[in-house]
């Protein structure tokens, strides 16, 4: 990422999160020393000689606030301002872009895309503070496949998962008969498990990535901390 660029969270290195250790997904948001005379919300409440002078009279509260500090809070932030978009079912960037909804929903679920009695996926996000920087990760080994999308192969196990999932939905017992009236979800399941197709399209459903309204609130905290500062040096 350029020098001149704000805080903003980087295009993903995404990995394969199927047993290799590492997590399927993962951000990074750096670059927290250089956002200070660009963004007009700067101006509203400090301007670039003061930051300047804050640096200058407190270099060392500077360093530690933005080796340690400001990457811990917004850590939070962006821990916070990604599980949200599963609560608004979109992913907020210059406004909220809805998901695509899933055969579930027209079915009449309540449940909004990549949600569950579980919320696994939007539980396993978590934002680690680095020096200088935050990662965002999703350990999840579907989670890259959901945020940027794309085909998947369909295995032997996945129908062997998928006539389980009919059965189960179905509420029939091992060795009973299939009734001819099937549940939405359960006839869904079933189309997975008797389709030809050697693969299917998982749409994206971005839920991690660069944020404008992210930027504005780590913006708005790193002004905040700083104005600490300053103001710790002026009651000195």
Known sequence: MGAKQNVRLIQPNVIGGSGDGKPALQYQCKDTTLFVTTKKITRKIMNAKQIA????????????????????????????????NFRDGGFTNGGLHPWKKTRRQEAGSSYKPLTSGTDNLMRSIDAVAMPGAVMVTNPR????????????????????????????????????KMPKELPPMAQAWRAMALTRKTAIHIPRRQFVGPSHELNVKIH?????????IGNGIDTR
Do not use: C
């Not at 640096?55 to 340690?68: C, D, F, L, T």
């Not at 708005?220 to 600490?228: D, G, V």
């Open 53 to 84: 002078d804050i640096i200058a009279r407190a270099p060392q509260q500077v360093e530690q606030a933005m080796r340690s500090d400001i990457p811990r809070k917004a850590a939070v932030l962006a821990k916070n301002h990604f599980r949200q």
């Open 141 to 176: 080994p579907y989670a890259a496949i959901h945020n940027e999308g794309g085909n998947i192969g369909i295995t032997p196990k996945m129908r062997r998962y998928a006539w389980h999932m009919v059965y189960s939905l179905a509420k029939v017992k091992k060795g009973e």
């Open 220 to 228: 708005k905290m790193i002004l905040n901390t700083l104005m600490e």
